[in-house]
Structure formats: structure tokens, C-alpha cells
């Protein structure tokens, strides 16, 4: 009996560790600690993911918050940017994962939105959680969840001082992941990636239902963006023939 609990134990410890391994393994190398991706937008990776600050004419929108519940490096750009973290009007969640909402809350005057079928995920329900989310959950406790202010179907127009923001469902990675067009740039989350010099999903262990990410990818041909942001890699320049590509070859 103790030999069995104490292999399930050393389970419960190798498979995140393995799975974390893999990961990096497999993933596109980030672009770095900071990216800038234009004269109003910045990418800072927060504990592993990246949040992305756009500068607006009073202050500035995120899209996703990182890991990290202390924001350090968001806090750090927003300063050197001269942006207060009450001057952030909004955060706009790619989708429910706790890598992409952790500083999301300390921006108590932002209006906080997110894809409607990630609004209980983000309040702490595992069911929707892909393999490796799961096992991962089982074994790290969750950020805070941050209040959500704005459910989000797809489709929607936002408007923060002057930044317009178009919302596009693309459910697969989570149900509700949603990306935000904004002028030539489209920010993806996880549900599309760049890896070397293309365009490409996460595996099934990483995602809910990896086909279904897939065929929601379709709809971004009619877009007119040029580059990606994303959630883990950086950006992505001549994203739309790279996508292009990517669904022919699927």
C-alpha cells in the first residue's frame, strides 16, 4: 500500500514536470522579454506568457495579463510609458487560462472582458481544461480570478479613448477563446501561434479540442490584418499568407 500511494505520489510530481519539459521543447522560443511591435504597442512576457500594451491617447489597453498576480512587468512598461495603472481602461482576455488573467485584477478602474464560455473558467472550473491543464491544475493553486465586467460572443466593436477593438470567436483552445483585431494587428492568445518563419496551433494536450481550433481559424481570412500577436512566441509579420498557408497544408 505505501508503495503504491508513494508511486502515484512521484506521478503526481514527474507528469507536470515532464509535460512543462516537453513544452518548451516543442514551443516557439520567445521573442524576448519586450517586443516592441509598433510606436503604441508593447509585449511584455509576465511569467511566461505575454501581455500586450496598447497605448491609447489617456492611457493604454491590455490584452491578457500574464501569470504573474503581481504584474511587475506590466507595472514596470506602463511606468516607463508614464501610464498609471488607473489610466488602463481595459483587459481584454484572449481566453481563460490562468497564464493570460493573473495581473488582470489590479486594474480596478479597466472594464475587464472575456469569451462568455470561458467566464467559468476563469472563476476557478477545470472541466474545460485540456489534458495538460488538468494535471497542471491539479497540483498549482489558480490566481485570483479577477472580476469580468464584459462577456464576449464575437463580433462586438469595442471602444476605449479612441482604440477600437474587433472581437472575433475562434473557440477550440478553450470554448470561449475570442482574439481582438486592432487596426493591422490581430492578438491571438494560444489559438494561433507563430513557430519559425509560419503560423501554427498548440497540440491536443494543450488544447480543449485542437479541431475545432482549427476550423475556427478560417474565419480570419476575411480580415485585414498583417501581423500577429500572440500568447507565447511574440509576433508574427505577414501573418495572413502565413495562415493561409497553414490551412492549405491542414
Avoid: C
Avoid at 28 to 57: D, F, K, M, N, Q
Avoid at 205 to 228: G, K, V, Y
Wanted: proline share 6%; hydrophobic share 45%; net charge neutral.
Amino acid at each position: 500500500m505505501k508503495r503504491k500511494i508513494l508511486t502515484a505520489l512521484a506521478l503526481i510530481i514527474l507528469v507536470p514536470v515532464l509535460g512543462i519539459a516537453w513544452l518548451f521543447a516543442q514551443r516557439e522560443p520567445p521573442s524576448g522579454p519586450r517586443i516592441a511591435g509598433g510606436p503604441t504597442l508593447v509585449g511584455v512576457e509576465a511569467r511566461g506568457a505575454y501581455a500586450w500594451i496598447i497605448r491609447t491617447a489617456h492611457g493604454a489597453v491590455l490584452v491578457d495579463a500574464g501569470l504573474d498576480t503581481t504584474g511587475a512587468a506590466i507595472l514596470k512598461e506602463l511606468d516607463a510609458e508614464g501610464v498609471k495603472p488607473g489610466e488602463v481602461q481595459a483587459v481584454l482576455l484572449t481566453h481563460g487560462h490562468p497564464d493570460h488573467y493573473g495581473a488582470a485584477r489590479l486594474f480596478e478602474r479597466a472594464s475587464i472582458a472575456i469569451g462568455a464560455g470561458d467566464i467559468n473558467m476563469i472563476r476557478g472550473d477545470k472541466s474545460h481544461y485540456a489534458t495538460f491543464g488538468k494535471v497542471m491544475g491539479a497540483v498549482m493553486p489558480l490566481p485570483p480570478p479577477p472580476r469580468v465586467d464584459v462577456a464576449l460572443k464575437g463580433g462586438e466593436d469595442l471602444v476605449f479613448d479612441g482604440a477600437r477593438f474587433h472581437v472575433i470567436g475562434t473557440p477550440g483552445h478553450s470554448p470561449g477563446s475570442v482574439m481582438y483585431l486592432y487596426q493591422d494587428v490581430l492578438f491571438t492568445g494560444d489559438s494561433l501561434m507563430r513557430k519559425g518563419d509560419g503560423v501554427t496551433i498548440v497540440p491536443s494536450l494543450f488544447s480543449e479540442n485542437a479541431d475545432e481550433n482549427r476550423a475556427s481559424l478560417q474565419r480570419l481570412q476575411t480580415l485585414p490584418f498583417a501581423t500577429i500577436a500572440d500568447g507565447h512566441a511574440g509576433l508574427a509579420v505577414d501573418a495572413k499568407q502565413k495562415l493561409a498557408r497553414f490551412l492549405a497544408g491542414s
